[in-house]
Structure formats: structure tokens, C-alpha cells
């Protein structure tokens, strides 16, 4: 059972990287928190949120994926309220891009030769300082509220990418 500390936090983070997209006009599908596995993991694995951006193309329209033939998701997000994400089933997946949200930030990871590396920045993002950004704006929403986080994520886009 979810609690609302992780719903609020993967929604907000959720609408942000939406909001981003829109604004930069990426074409993007969101598949939320679909189930995945192929045959290199034991189980399934299934994200708070994921992406398809650089890949969006291949799963449009799709209602059904086959991990044989269908990419993963571009970006997952993880939010860690009771327990860590597994990198190791990410890894597994080949998820190039994974978020994972935990104690008020965000941490990037990016799959390199199999393996996720930490890192300051978002590939899908590069040069807009989004990651510290977006971790700022959660925190913003907890005494301003969520309607006016997204606000002022809005106006910091809008100056980021005028």
C-alpha cells in the first residue's frame, strides 16, 4: 500500500519532467507504472513512473510490450519512501536513464557498459540544471503547497529556456 509521501513526490516529479518535455517539444510517452521483465531477470519490475522519449516512436500506440522486440523505458523514476531501489533490476531492464528520489533529492543514474554511474545531471535534460531544480521545487510544494510549486517550476523553465 503506497503512502502519500510517495504518491505526492512521484506525481509532482512526474508532472515536471511532463511540463519539461512539453516545453522543449519532446515527444514522449508516458507507460506510468507498467510492469516489465525480460529474459534476463528473474521477476518483474515495475517503476513509479517511466518514459519513452528517445524512443517514443517505437511504442506509440502500443497497449502491450515485448521486451524482445520493444525497448525499455527511456527514463524511470523510483520514489524511496520505505525501502531502496534495486539498480541491479534497472540494470538488468537496461534502462539508460534512472531517477530515484529519496530524502529530499533526486539522484540521476545513467547505464554505462551495463552498469549505472551517479550522475550530476540528467542526459534527457543536459545543460538545464533541471535534476537540482526539480528537488528544490518538491521541498517548495511542502510549505507553499503543490499548485504553486508547479507554478514556480513553470516560471523557472520559462527562464531557462527563453
Known amino acids: 500500500m503506497s503512502q502519500p509521501e510517495h504518491e505526492v513526490d512521484k506525481e509532482l516529479i512526474s508532472d515536471m519532467v511532463k511540463a519539461l518535455l512539453d516545453w522543449m517539444g519532446r515527444e514522449y510517452?508516458?507507460?506510468?507504472?507498467?510492469?516489465f521483465r525480460n529474459e534476463n531477470m528473474n521477476s518483474g519490475i515495475e517503476p513509479d513512473n517511466c518514459f519513452y522519449i528517445q524512443n517514443q516512436e517505437r511504442v506509440r500506440g502500443k497497449r502491450r510490450l515485448n521486451l524482445s522486440i520493444?525497448?525499455?523505458?527511456?527514463?524511470?523514476?523510483?520514489?524511496?519512501?520505505?525501502?531502496?531501489t534495486q539498480l541491479n533490476a534497472y540494470?538488468?531492464?537496461?534502462?539508460?536513464e534512472l531517477w530515484?528520489?529519496?530524502?529530499?533529492?533526486?539522484?540521476v543514474y545513467i547505464l554505462q557498459a551495463?552498469?549505472?554511474?551517479a550522475s550530476d545531471s540528467s542526459p534527457t535534460f543536459a545543460d538545464l540544471g533541471a535534476i537540482e531544480r526539480i528537488s528544490q521545487f518538491v521541498e517548495m510544494s511542502l510549505i507553499s503547497g503543490r499548485s504553486s510549486a508547479m507554478?514556480?517550476?513553470?516560471?523557472?523553465?520559462?527562464?531557462?529556456?527563453?
Open 29 to 35: 510517452e508516458c507507460f506510468g507504472s507498467t510492469t
Open 70 to 84: 520493444d525497448p525499455p523505458p527511456d527514463l524511470a523514476i523510483e520514489i524511496d519512501v520505505t525501502s531502496k
Open 91 to 96: 540494470e538488468r531492464l537496461e534502462v539508460p
Open 100 to 107: 530515484c528520489y529519496s530524502e529530499h533529492r533526486l539522484q
Open 114 to 117: 551495463g552498469k549505472y554511474v
Open 151 to 162: 507554478r514556480a517550476f513553470r516560471a523557472w523553465m520559462q527562464e531557462q529556456l527563453a
